[in-house]
Each structure stands twice: as C-alpha cells, then as structure tokens.
C-alpha cells in the first residue's frame, strides 16, 4: 500500500509526498531501496531535507506498572535535502538504504507474524517539519533464521506468537533498543518440563546469536512467584552447521541443554553457551511455517503513528 498525503504542517497548496518501496520482502543486514516522489503545490518551496526513519510498534509494559505499546525509531536516513522545488515541479529521490541486521522479520514463507513495521517519510520545507504517512514494511528472516524455525518445526514445536518487547537482553551483543520474541509450544516430549520456549535471533554480519528462553509456570522450582525462566544462547555461523552435523540435531542439542540446564539450576538463568559451526544444510519448507496462525495487526501500519513524539519513542 502507498500513502499519500497533504502535510498539513505546510498548508493548503503545499507540496506532496509519496514514497514507494520497491517490491518483494526485504532481509536484515539487506538493502531496502525504492522512490520518494515529490510534488510542488501552488508556489515555489525550499526543501530543507527529506528523511526516512525506520519504525517499529513494540510491547512497552514492563509488567509491574501494565502493558503498553509504544513507536521506536531504529533507524534514520536522509534522502535529499537543500533544494528548491518550484510550483507545480515532480521531482523522485531514488534511495537504497541498509536495514540494522537486527530488524526483526515481519513474515515467514509469505505469513505474517504480527510484528509491524514501517518506513515514516519526514519532509522539512522552510522551517516547517511534517512527518508523512507510512509505508508497511515487510521483512524476511535471513536463510539461518528459517532454518533454525524449520529445525524447531520438525522436533514438533508450534508456533504461538511473536512480538517485539522494549529492552535488552544481559549477555547478548544486542544493539536495538527492542528485540523480537517468537513465542513456541513445546512437544509432548518436552511439555512436562517447560510451557513455552522463548526465540530470539540477535544477527551480526558473520553469525546468528541465538536466545532461547524456558519458561515453565508453577513447576518444581517455582518459589511461590509463578515460576521462573532459564535462559540460553548460543552462536552459529550464517552458513551453519558443518561436518556430519545438520540443522535439525544442531537445534535439538540447543533444546536439550536448555531444558538440562533448567533443571539443574531451577530458575537461574543460564548464559554463555557458544556452538561452534561451519557450513550449510537447510531444512525444507514445513514445520512451524506449515502450521503458523497470522496474527491480526492493525488495518493500517499509519495507524500506529499517531500520538507518538518526535524522538520517535512512545
């Protein structure tokens, strides 16, 4: 979908702006490249600068004050600026810009997973700034991230949900001000042990952090707060696995110290598990992709840009 609006900062007869993604689905640490097409009104106008910043809607509650949701800026770029765009003038910025290689994916395999994204146009002309409409972002998980959910499907994980959740994670290189959280139900081989398992992908240019969270309410080592959570990660080369090693036992060995180490330390988080790997064997397009519910989000990505501030933060 394209917004176009009147910046209503400028007035009637002010310019136009329209900005256009290119198609198909970006991938972090990738290009995202498209158009900002402008339009003088009824008198000449000195652009200042065009900018696009990349938005997220993220979960703010921290759980002892409520839920909340709030808009985060996490990316800023500028396009075009210093120029004199005359009445009635059409004129296009082409850009192509680098997503953060932790921008969250939006889908997987075409499916939505509920998380909302977008790209903001801000125009500023003649000391007056407007902040535009904005474009849906669609995001797809690099090939180690598919691999590791395709991994986790065929041990007989489902998905449940996902969203982004302001904060960093302690003893992670994490750069984002916010991470995602793909929330798994575990098979019945697992489901006596722990309720839920916690995925986060935390990329870098060489490799994929891997987060991976229990979470088991009221177990053996609750202690009256409504149980605990034990926390692993591990690290693997985007290429992955090498030797006589796939995706699938790579995975499913993370798995079995996550839940070993659980019920060896009860609900002390555990940190610092590096896996060691070398080169690929992808798993095929089924498990969670195959049995993924989409999670309603909101009928326009526009929607979540009102009341926020210009920091950019909710």
């Excluded at 839920?67 to 005359?86: N, P, S």
């Excluded at 036992?249 to 790997?277: C, K, M, P, T």
């Amino acid at each position: 979908m394209v917004f176009k609006r009147l910046l209503g900062s400028l007035g009637v007869g002010g310019p136009t702006v329209d900005t256009v993604l290119d198609p198909g689905a970006a991938r972090p640490g990738g290009t995202l490249s498209g158009r900002v097409r402008l339009a003088g009104g009824t008198s000449d106008h000195d652009v200042e600068h065009v900018v696009l910043e990349l938005v997220a809607r993220v979960e703010t509650g921290n759980g002892e004050h409520g839920d909340g949701e709030g808009v985060v800026v996490f990316g800023r770029h500028t396009v075009g600026g210093a120029f004199r765009l005359a009445a009635g003038e059409e004129t296009s910025l082409p850009f192509a810009l680098t997503l953060p290689w932790e921008t969250p994916a939006t889908e997987l395999y075409g499916r939505p997973l509920g998380i909302v994204l977008g790209v903001r146009t801000e125009l500023a002309v003649a000391g007056a700034r407007d902040k535009g409409d904005l474009d849906p972002l669609a995001v797809a998980p690099l090939p180690a991230q598919e691999a590791v959910l395709e991994a986790l499907g065929g041990l007989g994980f489902g998905f449940r949900s996902a969203d982004l959740q302001y904060g960093r994670i302690g003893g992670t290189g994490q750069r984002l001000p916010f991470h995602q959280e793909i929330e798994l139900t575990p098979p019945p081989r697992y489901a006596h042990q722990v309720d839920e398992i916690e995925l986060t992908f935390l990329a870098v240019p060489g490799a994929l952090e891997v987060v991976l969270e229990a979470d088991k309410r009221g177990g053996p080592f609750a202690d009256g707060r409504g149980g605990h959570d034990a926390l692993s990660r591990f690290t693997v080369p985007h290429e992955g696995p090498a030797g006589p090693h796939d995706w699938s036992a790579l995975v499913d060995g993370w798995i079995q110290e996550l839940v070993e180490h659980r019920a060896s330390y009860g609900f002390h988080a555990v940190y610092g598990h590096e896996s060691g790997v070398g080169a690929a064997v992808l798993a095929g397009a089924a498990g969670i992709a195959g049995g993924m519910v989409a999670t309603e989000v909101v009928d326009e990505v526009g929607d979540f840009s009102e009341g926020d501030s210009d920091d950019g933060e909710g």
